[in-house]
């Protein structure tokens, strides 16, 4: 699609010195849920069928909520400002509607239970829709039905991503109102690309061009590039560029770039396919095909002399019973491995428990248990100077097997077939469609039934002389294989991610973590070398290895970076042809990308030679993954003789340039990447900087590291992105922090403590009290206000940043030179102290409802996290973060012990009843505060001790109990309002209305 440019209407940089919206208003709260929504969609994200080892992708949904922020200009009515900005986004009601009928939400049945039809014969035959009926017939029902709902979230949660909808019709309403609201400035806009230059004409006088140095799966220039933007993109790291390459030109292909891009992928599906056939190494003699090889490593026992397979579980597939039995060989002194279908359910619990136990050892042989830690087989040791080290071999760069005499060896234990009549069909199909070639997690009904035509089997004689082939014909081409570029022949470099294969295993080279069959197959597929035959071919990697464990519930491998690090297992499945091609290269999304310019680049990005207009980067901070090290598993494979544009990179992860970890260097590198932006954009640029904050000294660096790059801080936002799994149990932060940034105006402008902190607290309660007037106005029209009490918070933080980042100097110190010396252990910087007054600040203005600010005033830090989150949870916020925000910004010590639940979504303080006394005693944070004498009381009256005799015993521990007497009375109407517990709410009740009427003579 082509950009319409409105020359004769459009006043080319009439809002050159405009402010942007995202400046004032942001809908945080529904681009958070919408994030999340986008987040759940697991493999239905647009970017992941490229590969999902890429952890660290923003939302589309935020990055399109950023550029179209930062282009609209605001106008003298932020409402309407908003209700626009809503309906660009598609989060307005009739957005909704749309999205909601585009998922089909409502079926016939329900749409008449929610609400009352009069004529239902104009819209339903039978059980369900007329046929001559019309979406816009539709849309009259789905509206009237949405606004039964009384929450976005509700609303929302029915309905398609605004991406996953036809645009024209979604946002076909949209353009008369965004062209009315705009007409002082001549937009005439009928699609986004066309809306995304005018603005870009207005405000930089050509098409905006957006920017992203550190630009990781791709998700910023893409979505900015959906939007109609120019876009540059970079990053230290190739695999980064080759995403993000992927996701411009394979996502973002036109339909008939796509047609041809599946064309060359079944050709090479074919050809490798028919070399395989011809080796003759996956067919067994009835032309049954394998699917999948597992393997186990095996190990001496020390103690029997015996050899031991080696499996923390010994069940294969759980949906169909099929487990693996330890035979006892005497004569050869180690064990055979029987398959079994069909166990019992009992058998299937038994063979969960494996040979590999807590970190040992464990067999049973002739009725005695032998358990011996795998420590000591691999003779871990520690010498006096700290060094670490055990007796695993090497293994060199011409190795791809254990040799005889290695502590662990490597054993083939069971095939997963495919039965030929299977194969004859999926040969009709051409891998495409059929469970055999639907992509990874697209496992619809077919694919089910279809598994049942897969068996699991020993291998025989005939299977392990295959295996024998196999690695004879490695053995026979590696050395020539790596010197083609076909197989990888990089050492792995010692890390922290790299460590644990050279320590667990002896591995040394980045092609020890594949076995033969797998070197065999991965290689045929690089023998073709296009621009796309390099994604998918690192997507596969990505499944099949030998660090990809075998997922017995799926009946398949898992992939290798399931999460960020580089784990070994005991026993591991390998994905032969047919379910290695499934998982490579089909079923990727198409969303084909308007006509703009789009440049990719591999480098530092200090070192910038192209301008953007914004600047949008997520970049790495205090906790970020180990990219420059865990992408070397691939860097390993692809290295060599790269095809056009990826032979123009670096192909290394040149570790020694990635800014990472934090301190002086994180610092510094930041600074350079920051000024060298600053240095390409215009004086009325803007960047935008995401990062997820898990400490609140990555805000002193942050501002550290703005003031040295010469920007200051104009807005920002809260957005939960995160969502939880089994591996983010614990304390991990689920939210964004959006910081929108422009040019520090020139010249030097000195400030001092004492003149700064007023300046911050009174920009605190001007930007919290612009925000909460337009709460009400919303919550007024629409019964949701726009913010949450995290987002007014984070809002506390972003005005003592706008304060604080506008200066050169402070306190006589030279912001660049505070900014890049190194921080002293335990510091507080007058940085430190003056962010933490801006959330004191915002913190005392959040008043919860229900309490005065005069009691509000009065209570301690932990009184009034206890307070303000049990307000929250009134609101449903379940969100740990919000919870850690609250916990800093009051200091308090440790919120843990007050908190009832810690896991990320489900979040929430402790009940009155779960107290323990122990917990409430003049040594612990909450229980030497009123709060605590009151939760004490409460738990009294729980037992049914008479009000009276409580009274009597807080007016004798309580030296101040007359003076303090209204705000126990205050404190007590809060809870019984607030309370979740009935029967606290009824305590506090009869305590609060005894303590009211006590008289003084009592």
């Keep these: 699609m082509h950009a319409k440019t409105q020359t004769t209407t459009l006043t080319p940089l009439a809002l050159k010195d405009a402010p942007a919206l995202i400046e004032t208003v942001f809908p945080a709260q529904k681009v958070s849920f919408e994030a999340q929504k986008e987040r759940k969609a697991n493999l239905g994200q647009t970017l992941t069928g490229l590969g999902s080892y890429w952890k660290g992708r923003k939302p589309l949904i935020l990055v399109r909520a950023i550029v179209l922020g930062s282009l609209l200009p605001p106008t003298d009515d932020a409402e309407a400002d908003l209700a626009i900005f809503e309906k660009l986004m598609a989060f307005d009601d009739e957005g909704l509607a749309r999205r909601a009928l585009a998922a089909n939400a409502f079926s016939a049945a329900r749409l008449q239970e929610l609400i009352p039809i009069s004529d239902p014969e104009r819209y339903f035959s039978g059980r369900g829709w007329r046929r001559d009926i019309t979406d816009d017939d539709k849309l009259v029902l789905y509206r009237r039905a949405l606004a039964t709902l009384s929450s976005y979230e509700a609303k929302a949660g029915l309905c398609k991503r605004p991406e996953e909808v036809d645009q024209d019709w979604l946002y076909a309403p949209v353009w008369p109102k965004v062209n009315r609201h705009y007409a002082h400035l001549g937009l005439d806009a009928h699609a986004f690309p066309e809306l995304i230059e005018q603005l870009g004409i207005l405000r930089y006088g050509h098409r905006p061009r957006v920017g992203d140095t550190f630009c990781g799966g791709g998700s910023i220039p893409f979505e900015a590039a959906r939007l109609g933007c120019d876009v540059y993109a970079s990053d230290l790291n190739p695999i980064a560029c080759m995403l993000t390459w992927g996701a411009l030109n394979i996502i973002g292909a036109s339909p008939e770039r796509r047609a041809e891009i599946e064309a060359a992928q079944r050709e090479v599906a074919a050809a490798v396919d028919a070399e395989i056939t011809r080796l003759g190494i996956e067919h067994d003699e009835h032309g049954n095909r394998a699917k999948a090889y597992l393997y186990c490593l095996e190990a001496r026992c020390p103690e029997t002399g015996w050899r ?168 026979e081409n590696l050395e020539r294989w790596q010197a083609e570029g076909l197989v990888p022949d990089m050492a792995i470099e010692p890390g922290d991610k790299t460590d644990e294969p050279i320590r667990t295993r002896g591995w040394t080279h980045w092609h020890h973590l594949f076995n033969a069959r797998q070197l065999l197959l991965i290689s045929r597929y690089f023998q073709h070398r296009t621009p796309e035959d390099y994604v998918f071919n690192a997507k596969s990697l990505d499944w099949n290895s030998r660090i990809a464990n075998w997922m017995n519930h799926w009946e398949k491998t898992n992939n290798v970076f399931y999460n960020q690090a580089l784990n070994t297992f005991y026993n591991y499945g390998i994905r032969c042809f047919f379910s290695h091609e499934a998982g490579r290269s089909f079923g990727f999304a198409n969303s084909p990308l308007p006509e703009t310019r789009r440049s990719i680049k591999c480098r530092d990005a200090a070192k910038l030679e192209d301008d953007a207009d914004i600047w949008i980067t997520d970049p790495p901070y205090a906790d970020a993954v180990n990219y420059h090290e865990i992408t070397e598993f691939f860097i390993a494979w692809l290295r060599k003789n790269p095809p056009k544009p990826f032979d123009e990179w670096v192909w290394d992860s040149r570790r020694a340039l990635a800014i990472k970890g934090s301190g002086e260097d994180f610092r510094r590198g930041m600074v350079a990447a920051y000024q060298a932006m600053r240095d390409h954009m215009p004086d009325n640029g803007m960047q935008c900087v995401m990062f997820t904050h898990q400490d609140t000294g990555v805000w002193s660096d942050l501002i550290g590291i703005f003031w040295a790059a010469g920007l200051q801080v104009v807005a920002a936002w809260y957005i939960a992105t995160e969502t939880t799994s089994e591996l983010k149990k614990g304390g ?53 206000p726009v913010w949450s009490d995290a987002d007014l918070q984070m809002a506390g933080y972003a005005a003592a940043l706008k304060v604080l980042t506008a200066y050169t100097h402070i306190g006589g110190e030279d912001v660049t030179r505070f900014a890049l010396r190194p921080r002293v252990r335990g510091e507080v910087t007058v940085v430190d102290e003056i962010v933490q007054q801006a959330a004191e600040t915002a913190s005392s203005l959040l008043v919860p409802e229900g309490l005065t600010a005069e009691a509000w005033a009065k209570l301690t830090g932990i009184e009034r996290f206890v307070l303000r989150m049990l307000d929250m949870e009134t609101t449903g916020s379940t969100k740990l973060d919000n919870y850690q925000n609250f916990a800093k910004a009051f200091h308090v010590e440790d919120y843990a012990r007050v908190m009832g639940d810690m896991r990320p979504n489900h979040a929430r303080l402790k009940r009155v009843s779960e107290y323990a006394s122990r917990e409430l005693t003049e040594t612990t944070e909450i229980g030497g505060t009123r709060l605590g004498r009151l939760i004490i009381a409460l738990q009294q009256m729980l037992k049914d001790t008479a009000p009276q005799v409580i009274v009597d015993q807080m007016r004798g521990e309580m030296t101040d109990f007359l003076e303090a007497r209204p705000l126990l009375v205050d404190l007590l109407t809060f809870i019984e309002r607030k309370s979740p517990e009935p029967d606290v709410r009824n305590a506090a009740e009869v305590l609060g209305a005894r303590l009211k009427n006590l008289r003084f003579g009592e």
Excluded at 743 to 753: I, L, S, V
């Design 308 to 475: 031991v397979p080696l499996a923390p579980s010994w069940v294969i597939s759980k949906t169909r019973n099929v487990i693996a039995r330890l035979k006892p060989d005497h004569v050869n002194q180690r064990f055979d491995i029987e398959i079994a279908s069909g166990v019992s359910d009992a058998e299937l619990k038994a063979a969960e428990a494996g040979t590999v136990q807590d970190g040992d050892m464990v067999y049973t042989l002739d009725g005695k248990t032998y358990r011996t830690p795998i420590k000591t087989l691999r003779g871990d040791y520690r010498l006096p100077d700290g060094t670490t080290g055990n007796r695993l071999r090497r293994w060199e760069r011409s190795d791809f097997r254990p040799r005889e005499d290695d502590i662990f060896q490597e054993r083939l234990y069971c095939i997963q077939w495919i039965k030929k009549e299977t194969l004859d069909a999926a040969r009709q199909d051409q891998f495409a469609g059929s469970e055999l070639g639907r992509p990874e997690g697209a496992q619809g009904g077919r694919a089910r039934k279809g598994a049942h035509q897969t068996w699991f089997a020993a291998p025989t004689e005939a299977d392990l002389a295959r295996e024998r082939k196999v690695e004879a014909l490695v053995a």
């Design 732 to 784: 991990y932060v689920q939210g964004t922090v959006i910081l929108m940034l422009k040019k520090r105006a020139a010249g030097e402008r000195p400030g001092f403590k004492q003149r700064i902190l007023p300046a911050v607290r009174q920009e605190v309660a001007r930007q919290i009290d612009t925000m909460m007037h337009l709460n009400d106005r919303v919550a007024a029209h629409h019964g949701e």
